[in-house]
């Protein structure tokens, strides 16, 4: 089992920055892939950045050369770093954890909700 824990997010105005992080617990090891979704409101959740191993990246379109993903050494910290905030970027974000390399996996964060608003 994993188990995940985000923290960051918040109200920030556009062009701001915010990161996000998100903590794992229990079965470390048997992460495979991990990423970070968001849900906006009356839209489905869709992938914003993921990571596998090997240090294979995936980025959305509409975030690349904006947010960066990346985890620590002990490999059980993933952070989202999100600078040049869009109005478009509001939405709940969440981080998944997956033991076969596959997004979305079956462990899910509890959510923060990020506002890009003036």
């Known amino acids: 089992q994993v188990q995940l824990v985000q923290s960051g997010g918040g109200l920030v105005q556009p062009g701001g920055s915010l990161r996000l992080s998100c903590a794992a617990s229990?079965?470390?090891?048997?992460?495979?892939?991990m990423g970070w979704y968001r849900q906006a409101p009356g839209k489905q959740r869709e992938l914003v950045a993921g990571?596998?191993?090997?240090?294979?990246?995936k980025y959305a379109d509409s975030v690349k050369g904006r947010f960066t993903i990346s985890r620590d050494n002990t490999q059980s910290i993933m952070y989202l770093q999100m600078n040049s905030l869009k109005v478009e970027d509001t939405a709940d974000y969440y981080c998944?954890?997956?033991?076969?390399?596959?997004?979305?996996?079956?462990?899910w964060g509890q959510g923060t909700q990020v506002t890009v608003s003036s």
């Open positions: 998944n954890a997956d033991r076969f390399g596959i997004l979305p996996g079956v462990y």
């Open positions: 229990g079965s470390i090891s048997s992460i495979k892939a």
């Open positions: 990571t596998a191993s090997g240090g294979v990246l």
